[in-house]
């Protein structure tokens, strides 16, 4: 028995004699009489036992004709008629080849045998090489899809793949299935060598629905109907290199923890790549970096992923290879749609210290739960507690949101621009919320400077970022703007208030004689005094707002403490510009008789 494809060698396999025998040919031919071989017999071609313990079916068998020669060249007979050897036909002993595909096939790497067909879930291949040769008659001829077609075949695996130089192939659209029987150990395992895979389709055996409405409804929507695993669905361990061209990673649950469709800690090199419909307990709905990743991916795209609970919808940047720096975790012209997190990062979060490239990258409907009543998720796009780096022509939707917990984070390439994601004709914005608009210190009078949330590639404190920073709107757009050198600055018009987060860069002292206080700043760590352009004072008791003092002038900063005012506690909140900077901060005074 013999399996042709147009994409690998023939591969042949000998039948036993029960074999034969069970299926009604011939073994001997005596030269004087006709000997039939029956195409009808070979119906019944399953490696001998049909039964499954699952209630599944065997293969599909189709004929494709009886041959000579194991290269099939020579034909004997098509596969719809019977082959007649004659009286005295034959001189020397004949071996037939019978030409075979079927639809699906069996694989269990740790139980199976190569010597079974495979055609049956009873009797397993071993090899994907054995699988792949009985399977490639019956798959798509275009090498160029990465998507399963109707008439693609199936390899349904029993036992993780652990052989990184037999996965290694040009597949052409084959499907490589988790299997029912699979649920507690990943489909592919490769802790050493490298693997390079095209054209295929890893499916993990869920069936989503639900996904559509997370962001609006809750996880509680989301059903699975087919398999639920409690483990990811390919795990590429530190040292491994897995190189992937038009390979489709889809229909996966962990149901344990993340990274339902890949766990990365080696290196993964993605080229047109889809992960769709993954699903994860806690993080990662898909997609999860380790500490020796190195991930570069290049127009692929993730859509309907989502977490149950945890942070980033489709991906997590837990750590990465090395120093962290850009190249080492990069996205370029991939497309993130319509993920969700039950957790901070619709579609991708970044954990802190940790760095991510974005290149030409387009985020579109992504989204948090927001029915979720234990806390308010951050992050409709991505949640960056690391270093974010935006390059090249990105593309955002009207809800899209970055969201960063840290200071210096967004790092951006000088060709970096924003455009809509229903038009990539149209200049447009993505809306910016930093977890401080300004810092301080817990000492109360000695703190840092304003939030530097933006740079170049530089790295610089002083960047000119002027051409860049109009493509950022911030989340509380009335009260801060960004500079030109990428802080952000209080608006002149920014009302004060009690528990106006303080952002020092000066010490000060204040001084009081018959009512009159007189503030005194100066820069704390050279403690030289500082002229600030102007300075006002809000006075409060408590949370009562007492009364104002605006534009003190810098030669004379000093004001009247109300004197019709009672003897207690008073607050005082003291804002002042310098240049394009604002800065506030609080002192209490005590007033007495």
């Known amino acids: 028995i013999v399996s042709s494809g147009d994409y690998g060698s023939n591969d042949v396999l000998t039948l036993t ?121 019956n798959l798509e001829t275009s090498s160029s899809s990465s998507s399963a077609t109707s008439s693609a075949a199936t390899i349904y695996v029993l036992s993780s793949i652990t052989s990184s130089s037999d996965l290694s192939r040009n597949y052409y659209n084959a499907v490589l299935k988790r299997h029912a029987n699979l649920t507690s150990s990943p489909v592919i395992s490769l802790s050493s060598g490298s693997s390079t895979i095209q054209n295929l389709v890893v499916d993990g055996g869920a069936s989503w629905s639900g996904l559509d409405d997370v962001a609006t409804s809750g996880v509680s929507v989301l059903s699975n109907s087919g398999i639920s695993a409690t483990c990811s669905c390919v795990v590429v361990s530190s040292g491994v290199t897995l190189t992937c061209s038009n390979v489709t990673f889809q229909n996966n649950e962990n149901s344990s923890s993340k990274a339902s469709a890949l766990d990365l800690e080696g290196t993964a090199n993605l080229t047109d790549c889809v992960f769709n419909y993954n699903v994860s307990k806690t993080s990662s709905g898909a997609l999860y970096t380790g500490s020796s990743a190195i991930l570069q991916m290049s127009s692929g795209s993730f859509s309907y992923n989502a977490t149950k609970n945890g942070n980033g919808g489709a991906v997590v940047v837990a750590s990465a290879k090395g120093d962290n720096s850009p190249s080492n975790i990069y996205f370029d012209t991939v497309n993130f749609s319509t993920n969700f997190a039950t957790g901070n990062g619709g579609a991708v979060s970044i954990n802190t210290g940790k760095y991510a490239s974005f290149n030409a ?171 600030p352009a102007t300075c006002s004072v809000a006075i409060y008791q408590s949370t009562d707002l007492i009364t104002t003092y605006s534009d003190l002038q810098n030669s004379s900063m000093t004001f009247t403490f109300p004197t019709d005012l009672p003897e207690g506690n008073y607050i005082l909140y003291v804002v002042i510009t310098d240049d394009n900077y604002y800065y506030d901060y609080s002192l209490s005074y005590e007033k007495s008789e």
């Open 361 to 531: 990258c387009t985020f579109t409907d992504n989204g948090y739960d927001s029915t979720s009543t234990s806390s308010s998720y951050l992050g409709i796009d991505i949640y960056a507690a690391g270093s974010l780096y935006l390059a090249g022509n990105c593309a955002f939707c009207t809800s899209s949101e970055i969201y960063t917990t840290t200071s210096k984070v967004i790092i951006l390439n000088s060709d970096f621009t924003v455009v809509s994601s229903d038009d990539s004709s149209t200049s447009s914005t993505v809306k910016l919320t930093p977890k401080q608009y300004i810092t301080t210190d817990s000492s109360g009078n000695v703190v840092n400077k304003s939030v530097h949330v933006l740079t170049d590639t530089s790295g610089s404190d002083d960047a000119d970022l002027s051409s860049l920073i109009g493509y950022f709107t911030l989340a509380d757009s009335d009260n801060y703007y960004l500079t030109t050198d990428g802080y952000i600055a209080m608006n002149s018009s920014t009302t004060l208030s009690v528990g106006t987060p303080s952002n020092y860069i000066v010490s000060y002292t204040e001084s009081s004689d018959d009512g009159e206080i007189t503030i005194s700043v100066k820069n704390s760590s050279s403690s030289t005094e500082i002229t």
């Open 17 to 137: 004699s029960s074999q034969i025998s069970s299926l009604g040919l011939p073994s001997t031919h005596t030269n004087t009489d006709e000997t039939t071989i029956p195409i009808a017999n070979l119906s019944t071609l399953t490696d001998g036992d049909t039964s499954t313990s699952t209630g599944e079916t065997a293969s599909t068998i189709s004929f494709g004709g009886l041959y000579s020669d194991s290269s099939l060249e020579t034909q004997l007979s098509d596969s719809s008629s019977d082959y007649t050897i004659g009286a005295t036909s034959l001189s020397e002993d004949l071996t037939v080849y019978i030409k075979v595909s079927v639809d699906h096939i069996y694989i269990d790497p740790t139980n199976g045998s190569d010597k079974n067909f495979g055609f049956s879930l009873d009797s397993p291949c071993k090899s994907l090489t054995k699988a792949f040769s009985w399977i490639s008659p």
